[in-house]
């Protein structure tokens, strides 16, 4: 600032000798003017500058040397901070550099360390947000949907005006009684029980097929081969009308449009179909009320989820005719009739055979799951269940060479391990085909049971 104020004064006295100067210039003494007064006051001017001039040189001297003492002091004070450090490298032991390092990392640490805290506290709230959320979803769905849930089983009672009626469906040597068997493929079973026929099978639409092509011999009275021959087909014709008009109240019972009319017959077959004494048209029926409702709380699409909820066991009206399990099945018959590829996935993932990769599609394995365990809805007892699973796991366990069995998915799959030393890949081949022959032999059962065999080889070492 006072470098500034003094080329200020400089130049503002430059101005005025200039003006002076060419007042001196100017010819005056024509005009009467006085010459000796104005070269005084010149001279009085250019003292003063003079003296201005030395003041400046004099504060610009002190200047120069003041700058010089601020980086002589600055060079002490750098030559003591290096000594100050060199004093606390030497006392540490370490680098400047190492100490940062050290100091870096501990930081970092320190932030990773909070930042996995916030995490797991995160993770914790929610998770506990989220179980809250889906008791409230799965409540609110139950509570909506009131379903009636079916008693039905494998078998079928044919009631009788007297047992008289029984000798004449056995007919002479039993071929009448023959004849039913083998057309409808249906176990006619006449014993002591008054006034009945049972009639067992798992297929429950040749059941069906069975118990109204009797009802209607006795009706007519007419009993010999070639009547029920007739009857048989007569009614197996007015049962898939009958399969179509379930298939179609059930389409519009879940609220679904333009479904593909084989699909709606097959769905049809459903209703003679039963899981565990559920009916399986009234459980789809109720899963795809279900999953529709779930949807419209999780900001899915309803529909998706309506539409494959309804259609995920159809692939049980047709397991006694093609390979593999239902709902795989059912997803190809959905492809082959134009359904789309989230519908699709949404019913071949319901049981985990393929791995659900959309919302929609662990919606309706939700669904179907709070279904079937629904109090009341199925009417297999625990002891059975426990029964069946205990009976594959010994036929597999009684043969050589297998260290563990596992029974898997309701029953549906056994897997069973065994000793890599006692059993071979040939000799593993040959296991699972013969148990599954003597499970086929030994119980009754719907559907397919699937057999794994395996067997694993380690070798294992320590370096010591």
């Known amino acids: 600032m006072e470098i500034i104020g003094a080329a200020a004064l400089i130049a503002a006295g430059l101005v005025v000798a200039a003006v002076l100067y060419g007042r001196t210039r100017t010819p005056a003494y024509g005009s009467g003017g006085s010459a000796p007064a104005e070269s005084a006051t010149a001279t009085a001017l250019q003292t003063a500058l003079a003296e201005r001039g030395a003041d400046l040189d004099r504060r610009e001297t002190a200047l120069a040397e003041r700058e010089s003492t601020l980086q002589r002091d600055r060079a002490v004070l750098d030559d003591s901070r290096v000594e100050v450090e060199r004093t606390l490298e030497r006392l540490a032991g370490m680098s400047g550099a190492k100490a940062r390092q050290l100091l870096l990392q501990d930081i970092e640490e320190q932030a990773k360390h909070d930042s996995a805290r916030r995490i797991r506290q995160i993770e914790e709230e929610t998770k506990r947000e989220a179980e809250r959320r889906v008791r409230n979803i799965l409540s609110v769905a139950m509570q909506r949907l009131a379903a009636a849930h079916a008693a039905e089983t494998t078998v079928s009672v044919v009631q009788l005006a007297s047992d008289d009626m029984k000798g004449r469906i056995i007919g002479r040597e039993g071929r009448n009684i023959r004849a039913l068997e083998n057309i409808t493929g249906v176990d006619f079973i006449i014993d002591d029980t008054p006034g009945a026929v049972v009639l067992s099978g798992f297929d429950g639409v040749r059941r069906e097929i069975a ?173 059975q269940y426990v029964k069946r699973l205990r009976d594959l796991e010994q036929i597999a366990t009684r043969h050589r060479g297998v260290d563990k069995v596992y029974a898997m998915q309701a029953g549906r799959e056994i897997r069973v391990m065994v000793a890599p030393g006692a059993i071979d890949d040939d000799a593993a081949t040959m296991l699972s085909y013969e148990i599954a022959r003597e499970i086929e032999k030994e119980l009754e059962y719907p559907g397919q049971i699937k057999v794994t065999v395996i067997r694993e080889s380690r070798a294992v070492q320590y370096a010591r």
């Open 211 to 383: 118990r109204l092509t009797l009802e209607k011999l006795l009706t007519d009275g007419r009993i010999h081969p070639a009547r029920i021959e007739e009857t048989y087909y007569q009614t197996r014709s007015e049962l898939e009308a009958r399969m179509i008009e379930a298939g179609e109240q059930g389409v519009f019972d879940a609220g679904v449009q333009g479904v593909h009319p084989e699909l709606v017959k097959l769905l049809g077959r459903l209703r003679f179909r039963t899981s565990y004494g559920q009916n399986v048209l009234a459980h789809s029926i109720e899963v795809a009320q279900l999953a529709a409702m779930m949807a419209d709380e999780l900001g899915a699409s309803a529909k998706t989820s309506r539409r494959a909820a309804l259609l995920h066991d159809i692939g049980k009206s047709v397991s006694h005719e093609v390979e593999g399990p239902h709902a795989l099945v059912g997803g190809e018959l959905a492809r082959r009739h134009g359904e789309s590829e989230a519908v699709a996935h949404a019913m071949e993932s319901h049981h985990n055979e393929v791995e659900p990769q959309t919302i929609e599609a662990v919606i309706v394995q939700a669904a179907d799951a709070l279904s079937g365990a629904r109090p009341g809805a199925r009417g297999e007892s625990l002891e």
